[in-house]
């Protein structure tokens, strides 16, 4: 199994529990709860800030000291719903609280910035289309660059319908040359529906000193550390992924493979 590929350790609790250690890197990390309702969690940023996604379900929400009431409203993510999701500072507390069965993902990267915690969705986020024909895919931005909510932490969602590709022409941020490119460290919180089914992730550097094809399952997730990583949804099965991204700069600024970079001229014609 490749090195980059984390299955989920469990069905309930925290079953993705993924720290820089953990990814050898220094600036992203991913967290994910399964949630019978009535369960509760709780966690200290520490140094680092955080976005709580509700992934699917409900839960009742505090964070540095605030009472955010019940968030949450789709039950499926295939709903393509925009997501309910809460900002939360350095060196602050958070619990949540499940209302009903929930997924909660847990993205994290160094907290350089004073940001109040705040709701970011559903509210701000419009599920947006990208890209034509078998590379079109939909997009929930919760908190890119345009939305100056964060210090580090850049997290958008990923719709690919079955057949189709995404992140694709394969592309790269793996250098700190701003404007020409950003280092980012990522990750991809893949969903299939149905669920059985799988999905194609490959990341690989112009150079093939990596090179890693990976088939996915519901529920896993996949590092990124360098190199392209484009994605793909066969026949029958439509993808879903969660993105987590930061590094030194909060901006995302990439280079297409040379060797694909025709097909993002053609399109853009």
């Known amino acids: ?23 050898g890197w220094s600036y992203v990390g991913f967290g994910l709860y399964h949630l019978s309702a009535g369960e509760t969690v709780a966690e200290s940023t520490g140094d680092r800030e955080v976005i709580l ?44 609280v499940a209302t009903t069965d929930c997924v909660l993902a847990v993205c994290s990267a160094p907290c350089t910035a004073s940001y109040p915690a705040q709701k970011l969705g559903p509210e701000g986020i419009e599920l947006t289309p990208r890209g034509k024909d078998q590379n079109q895919r939909f997009i929930n931005n919760i908190a890119m660059e345009a939305r100056d909510v964060a210090s580090s932490l850049l997290v958008t969602e990923v719709f690919t319908p079955q057949g189709n590709w995404s992140s694709y022409p394969s592309h790269r941020h793996d250098e700190d040359d701003y404007p020409r490119m950003t280092y980012l460290e990522e990750t991809y919180y893949h969903r299939l529906n ?16 990596l090179d890693e094809a990976i088939a996915v399952s519901d529920g896993d997730v996949v590092c990124v550390p360098r190199g392209h990583h484009p994605c793909a949804a066969p ?5 879903y992924y969660l993105n987590v991204m930061a590094g030194p700069l909060r901006k995302w600024r990439f280079e297409n493979d040379p060797d694909h970079d025709w097909i993002a001229q053609r399109d853009a014609d």
Not at 61 to 84: I, K, N, W, Y
């Open 1 to 23: 199994m490749s090195p980059l590929l984390h299955k989920p350790t469990g069905t309930s609790g925290k079953v993705h529990d993924i720290t820089p250690e953990v990814a």
């Open 235 to 239: 026949y029958g099965y439509d993808m």
């Open 194 to 209: 149905p669920a059985q089914g799988f999905g194609f992730q490959r990341v690989y550097t112009d150079d093939r000193s």
């Open 53 to 96: 996604v509700l992934v699917e379900g409900k839960a009742q929400l505090c964070a540095a000291g605030q009472d955010f009431g019940e968030m949450g409203e789709r039950m499926s993510v295939f709903d393509r719903t925009a997501p309910h999701c809460l900002y939360v500072p350095g060196e602050s507390e958070w619990q949540a």
